[in-house]
């Protein structure tokens, strides 16, 4: 004991011990962790592990290089974002560029240098003395046992990870050459998200998500890389010309005042010249990852289920046509629910996802997309398409817009976790529903002024993946993921500069008389390719909304199975739509 109390030994320990700490950060913040016991016993497996196999800290230092390198951006994630770092940081911090990195941090860049060149410092030292120190060295009997029992430990692991674990009150039992699961009681008492929360070890379990991640990612897209619209624009010229699409989420049609709602939640765009509101449009499903690939390829709705899909998005046919191209997201990019939009994502020639924060409650506000925007517009390029995509209202609503939008009252700003199944919130929850509508009106009043400062031939959609239900009347239902109209009916609106209006004047004359039509989420691709007068071999011009050829079309959503939205009926306050007609059958 006495050695190592030692001040070589003691430092090494006492940086293996702070540095295992940091999944504790949220305590020290008045917060909670999850699985505190399992994290530490994580922590003391690693080490222990780490011990028995290299034998001295000298062999084994070099492998925390990468734990001390991300310690700081781990830190901040935790302090400001309630969370550590994921396959999206991974993501963001494989694919920004230095220039991107400098622009996102801006005089926060010193601090950052500063903190690094210190971490560095502190590795370095306690290099120097892992590799001095003897103290401790594992020279005893009790290695080669501890490493049997480790060796015991991960086949046990393995074979559970093999066969699985049986259920607790199943018999033991087997089919043919199959091997039984493994016994309950045989269980090691640790759940693998506790291992990728620890630190520095969990790093390897995020790493090892990362690169699942990036080849799904790879997958998706192999289907479609040999893909080519032959794309171009009917009637090129030398003015600069840009083509914006928004994709909001979890907005519903009637909480806009544009839409009739009996709250101002529109006040800026309403006040706005050339805002054309779309009053009927309808999505196909209720998630994000099945929705958004309707509206920006030629995927149909009714396969809007399946994963991937042969085809490239209308980011490639703007690229094919000589548009430059950019994606700025305030979503995330890997993950179950987001890889399948990523893929889309990645066609563009610039890409930007800003949210730090994924979907937690303290994730970025959409103005923080207003940055790449401005560079976005300020681009040499002549021509431009501009995807963005919103945070818009996901939950925490309270959480998606600042203090001075908290407009109606009472609500859940400021409540850290409120339980969104309490159905007792309800009127802060419709209320702080209605200001993330309201600041979602403010932000895209942003774009357009600034797209309208560019005095530029310029066009925006705004469209919304999916739409909420809030425990409306008596239904008992809240958020997304079911088959009412709320979650069907989205808003959506086109907005034009007067330049665009002189030069594309039928499109113009069309939207305006078109703008009352049945329209559905599959319409959007159609009509954004010729909002930019692109044009392919193939095209379905009757399915925009801009042409002169525009026919409705029959709308389909996924309500036991895929079920006519305009001959149905709406089933009770949760407005439940069910199909007159026998459903088609789904295509999983």
């Given at each position: 004991?006495r050695?190592l109390?030692?001040p070589?030994?003691?430092?090494l320990?006492?940086?293996?011990l702070?540095?295992?700490a940091?999944?504790?950060?949220?305590?020290l913040?008045?917060?909670p962790?999850?699985?505190?016991w399992?994290v530490?016993?994580?922590?003391f497996?690693?080490?222990?592990?780490?011990w028995?196999?290299f034998?001295?800290?000298?062999w084994?230092?070099?492998?925390?290089?990468?734990?001390?390198v991300a310690?700081p951006?781990?830190?901040?994630?935790?302090?400001y974002?309630?969370?550590g770092?994921?396959?999206h940081?991974?993501?963001i911090?494989a694919e920004?560029?230095?220039?991107?990195a400098?622009?996102?941090l801006g005089?926060k860049?010193?601090?950052m240098?500063?903190?690094m060149?210190?971490i560095?410092?502190?590795w370095?030292?306690?290099?120097?003395?892992?590799r001095?120190?003897?103290?401790?060295?594992?020279?005893?009997?009790s290695?080669p046992?501890v490493?049997?029992?480790?060796?015991?430990?991960?086949a046990?692991?393995?074979?559970?990870?093999?066969?699985?674990?049986?259920?607790a009150?199943?018999k033991?039992g087997?089919?043919?050459?199959k091997?039984?699961p493994l016994?309950?009681?045989?269980?090691l008492?640790f759940?693998?998200d506790a291992?990728?929360q620890s630190?520095?070890f969990?790093l390897?379990?995020?790493?090892?998500?990362?690169?699942k991640?990036?080849?799904?990612?790879a997958e998706?897209s192999?289907r479609?890389a040999?893909f080519h619209?032959g794309?171009?624009q009917?009637e090129?010229?030398?003015?600069?010309?840009?083509?914006?699409?928004v994709i909001?989420e979890s907005?519903r049609?009637?909480r806009w005042?544009?839409n009739?709602y009996?709250?101002?939640?529109?006040p800026?765009?309403?006040?706005h010249?050339n805002v054309?509101?779309?009053?009927d449009?309808?999505t196909?499903v209720?998630?994000?990852r099945?929705?958004v690939?309707v509206?920006i390829?030629?995927k149909p709705?009714m396969?809007?289920?399946?994963?991937?899909?042969?085809?490239?998005?209308?980011?490639?046919a703007?690229?094919?046509a000589?548009?430059?191209?950019?994606?700025?997201?305030?979503?995330?990019?890997?993950g179950?629910?987001d890889?399948?939009?990523?893929?889309?994502?990645?066609?563009?020639n610039?890409?930007?996802?800003?949210?730090?924060g994924?979907?937690?409650?303290?994730?970025?506000?959409?103005?923080?997309?207003?940055?790449p925007f401005?560079?976005?517009?300020?681009?040499?390029?002549?021509?431009k398409?501009?995807?963005?995509?919103?945070?818009g209202?996901?939950?925490?609503?309270?959480?998606?817009?600042p203090?001075?939008?908290?407009?109606?009252?009472?609500?859940?700003?400021?409540?850290?976790?409120?339980?969104y199944?309490?159905i007792?919130i309800?009127p802060?929850l419709?209320?702080?529903?209605?200001s993330?509508i309201?600041?979602?009106?403010?932000?895209l009043?942003?774009?357009?002024?600034r797209?309208?400062?560019s005095?530029?031939?310029?066009s925006?959609?705004?469209v919304a993946?999916h739409g909420?239900?809030?425990?409306d009347?008596?239904?008992k239902?809240?958020?997304?993921?079911?088959?009412?109209?709320?979650?069907?009916?989205?808003?959506?609106?086109?907005?034009?500069?007067?330049?665009?209006?002189a030069h594309?004047p039928?499109?113009?004359?069309?939207?305006?008389?078109?703008?009352?039509?049945?329209?559905?989420t599959?319409?959007m691709?159609?009509?954004?390719?010729?909002?930019g007068?692109?044009h392919?071999?193939g095209?379905?011009?009757?399915?925009?909304?801009?042409?002169?050829g525009?026919?409705q079309?029959?709308?389909?959503?996924d309500?036991?199975g895929?079920?006519?939205?305009?001959?149905?009926?709406?089933?009770?306050?949760?407005r439940?739509?069910?199909?007159?007609?026998?459903p088609?059958k789904?295509?999983?």
């Open positions: 004991m050695t109390l030692r070589a030994p003691l430092f320990l006492l940086t293996y702070a540095v295992s940091v999944p504790f950060v949220p305590m913040l008045g917060k962790l999850e699985r505190p399992q530490l016993g994580v922590a497996v690693g080490w222990l592990a780490a028995a196999i034998k001295r800290p000298a084994f230092h070099w492998l925390l290089i990468p734990a001390f310690l951006a781990e830190v901040y994630l935790i302090t974002y309630g969370q770092i994921s396959t940081h991974l993501g911090i920004t560029s230095p220039g991107e400098l622009d996102f005089s860049v010193w601090l240098l500063a903190v060149a210190g560095v410092v502190w370095v030292a306690s290099w120097g003395v892992a001095r120190t003897r103290e401790l060295d594992w020279n005893d009997g290695r046992v490493l049997i029992a480790l060796a015991i430990c991960v046990v692991w393995a074979y559970g990870h093999k066969f699985g674990i049986a259920p009150t199943a033991p087997h089919t043919g050459w091997l039984p016994a309950p009681w045989a269980r008492p759940e693998f291992f990728a630190w520095p969990g390897v379990a995020r790493g090892v998500d990362y690169y991640e990036r080849t799904y990612l998706l192999q479609s040999n619209f794309a171009r009917q090129p010229d030398s003015e600069p010309e840009i083509v914006v699409l909001g907005a049609a009637d005042s544009l009739g009996g709250r101002d939640t529109n800026r765009l309403s006040g010249a054309v509101n779309l009053p449009v309808i196909a209720s998630a994000t099945l929705s690939p509206i390829s030629r709705a396969q809007s289920l399946k994963d991937g899909f042969a085809e490239k998005s209308f980011i490639t703007y690229k094919e000589g548009f430059k191209t950019f994606w700025l997201s305030n979503q995330i990019s890997f179950k629910f890889t399948p939009v990523s893929v889309f994502a990645k066609e563009a610039v890409i930007e996802f800003v949210n730090l994924g979907f937690t409650d303290r994730s970025n506000y959409d103005e923080v997309l207003l940055r401005g560079n976005a517009l300020a681009d040499r390029a002549p021509k398409l501009i995807v963005i995509h919103s945070m209202s996901h939950w925490n609503y309270s959480h998606r817009y203090k001075q939008f908290d407009q109606w009252q009472p609500s859940l700003f400021g409540v850290d976790q409120p339980a199944t309490d007792t309800k802060q419709n209320n702080s529903y209605d993330s309201l600041y979602t009106d403010w932000f009043a942003q774009l357009i002024d797209l309208k400062g005095q530029q031939r310029t925006m959609l705004y993946d909420q239900t809030l425990y009347k008596s239904c239902l809240a958020f997304h993921g079911h088959n009412t109209k709320y979650e069907f009916h989205v808003p959506a609106f086109v907005w034009y500069s007067d330049q665009y209006q594309y039928g499109k113009v004359e069309r939207l305006l008389r078109n703008r009352k039509a049945k329209l559905a599959e319409n691709f159609h009509t954004l390719l010729d909002l007068g692109i392919y071999p095209e379905r011009v009757e399915w925009s909304f801009v042409n002169p525009f026919k079309h029959k709308r389909y959503v309500s036991y895929w079920a006519d939205y305009d001959n149905a009926v709406m089933k009770g306050d949760c439940e739509v069910i199909g007159r007609e026998k088609l789904r295509e999983n």
